[in-house]
């Protein structure tokens, strides 16, 4: 069952805070003429150490994917991890099962860089925006962690990158 | 306590059911849709005299990072 929180309407409630002043959670390299900068997100943007704690998990798993360390990756996952991927009926099931998932993206994307553009952590979950390179694709993976592993993750990225990514499945 | 919005583009229905779900009951963070369509003030009619003091869409990035992604993320005070 969703609880529905009281305020729902986006326009008026955004208006109203926008008024206040809000931050944006998106953090570029200010020397960069564009292209966002790796991790560009820091963990000192959270506010409790929990938070950083959490979000730094998420963010080395980002690192070891763009440094091509698979095993790196692999090491941060829970035994019990499930990889989810919006629209994708099947899902990743155990350390293994996703070490064979990165291994086939790797290898025919092995170019592929993810930047995390904005996150925010609620409890064990994190939210990260991330941002493909080259293909400037984005989309967002939202992570359960468990102890300091990761034991969920679902993916959510519009459709070039995940027809390619199930079908290296 | 600062608490965090998650606002989901129109366009993309079903992030917003997964995200509002997800983080249904966590007073730090709420999930919103984007229901607003266009510019209301994109057309430039002349009037005797305009009431409203300054356009309330003071951070219009948001609005433009909604364009050309599926979400933002921002931080209320």
Redesign the interface.
């Given at each position: 069952m969703i609880k529905h929180p009281g305020k729902t309407d986006v326009v008026e409630i955004r208006d109203r805070i926008l008024d206040k002043g809000v931050t944006v959670r998106r953090v570029r390299d200010p020397n960069d003429s564009g292209a966002p900068a790796a991790s560009a997100v820091g963990a000192g943007e959270l506010s409790s150490p929990s938070e950083r704690a959490a979000f730094r998990i998420v963010q080395k798993a980002f690192d070891a994917w763009n440094d091509q360390d698979v095993d790196g990756c692999t090491a941060l996952l829970d035994q019990g991890y499930v990889g989810e991927m919006h629209q994708t009926a099947s899902a990743l099931r155990g350390p293994e099962d996703a070490r064979l998932a990165m291994q086939s993206i790797r290898e025919s994307l092995p170019d592929l860089r993810l930047t995390i553009e904005s996150a925010l952590t609620v409890g064990d979950d994190v939210l990260v925006s991330w941002r493909a390179m080259p293909s400037e694709v984005v989309g967002c993976t939202v992570t359960r962690l468990q102890g300091r592993k990761i034991a969920h993750t679902w993916t959510y990225a519009p459709n070039r990158l995940r027809s390619k990514a199930t079908e290296l499945r | 306590?600062?608490r965090?919005?998650?606002?989901v583009a129109r366009e993309?229905p079903?992030?917003y059911s997964?995200?509002?779900?997800?983080?249904?009951?966590?007073a730090?963070?709420?999930v919103?849709?984007?229901?607003?369509v266009g510019q209301r003030r994109g057309e430039h009619v002349p009037v005797p005299s305009d009431r409203r003091r300054q356009d309330?869409?003071?951070?219009p990035?948001?609005d433009t990072?909604l364009r050309?992604?599926?979400?933002?993320?921002?931080?209320?005070?």
């Open positions: - | 306590m600062a965090q919005l998650v606002i993309h079903d992030l997964y995200l509002r779900e997800r983080f249904a009951g966590r730090q963070a709420e919103l849709l984007d229901r607003r309330r869409r003071a951070r990035g948001v990072m050309s992604r599926s979400h933002v993320i921002v931080t209320l005070p």
